[in-house]
């Protein structure tokens, strides 16, 4: 059965950096897109990126452009998310995403941004 597992999330200081994890099992990883969403506190799921089954296209909400990237390792079932620069705004549990023939969610990891 499809799993997503994700890892990596904690506590950080505005500015800092922190690197989530997303291990996936139970299908063909490198056959499908991958994403990343979010849902703050009193807030929806949003998404945060999308990244394309080998990697070629990548696109993110506005919000985290030019400070999140997403990327993956097919060889590994991995897909990750670099954040820099964080804002007390990107407090969220972060969950990782894939449609495979159905919507699939992992249970998803708090990144909590505070001094």
């Known amino acids: 059965q499809v799993q997503l597992v994700e890892s990596g999330g904690g506590l950080v200081q505005p500015g800092g950096s922190l690197r989530l994890s997303c291990a996936a099992s139970g299908f063909t990883f490198s056959s499908y897109a991958m994403s990343w969403y979010r849902q703050a506190p009193g807030k929806g799921r949003a998404l945060v990126a999308f990244i394309s089954s080998n990697g070629g296209s990548r696109n993110y909400a506005g919000s985290v452009k030019d400070r999140f990237t997403i990327s993956r390792d097919n060889a590994k079932n991995m897909m990750y998310l670099q954040m820099s620069s964080l804002k007390p705004e990107d407090t969220a549990v972060y969950y990782c995403?894939?449609?495979?023939?159905?919507?699939?969610w992992g249970q998803g990891t708090q990144v909590t941004v505070s001094s």
């Open positions: 995403y894939a449609f495979v023939g159905a919507p699939y």
